[in-house]
């Protein structure tokens, strides 16, 4: 378990955060994590749940930053499922 650091945005928001994240976190926590500085700030929130995005492919809500592989400031995205 380690700190991670990745870039995130929430769909719509014109804004890209810097976010410490776990990289044994599932990526539901990770949603949750970047979630925190967009919905309800400069994104209206939505009765929906909130999913990852990376390279254009939704990423299971049970995978990792461990076994995606992703690097340093890799960019996540977002998105109301």
């Known amino acids: 378990m380690a700190l991670f650091p990745v870039?995130?945005?929430v769909e719509g928001d014109f804004v890209?955060?810097?976010?410490?994240?776990d990289d044994?976190?599932?990526m539901s926590t990770v949603a949750l994590s970047i979630a925190h500085h967009g919905i309800g700030?400069?994104?209206?929130?939505?009765?929906?749940p909130l999913r990852v995005r990376w390279?254009?492919?939704?990423?299971p809500d049970d995978?990792?930053?461990a076994s995606l592989g992703c690097a340093?400031?890799?960019?996540?995205?977002v998105v109301y499922a």
């Open 16 to 21: 890209l955060v810097l976010v410490p994240v």
């Open 72 to 77: 340093p400031l890799d960019v996540l995205e």
């Open 63 to 65: 995978a990792t930053i």
């Open 55 to 59: 390279q254009g492919d939704l990423v």
């Open 7 to 9: 870039q995130g945005c």
């Open 24 to 26: 044994q976190d599932p």
């Open 41 to 48: 700030k400069r994104v209206a929130a939505q009765d929906r």
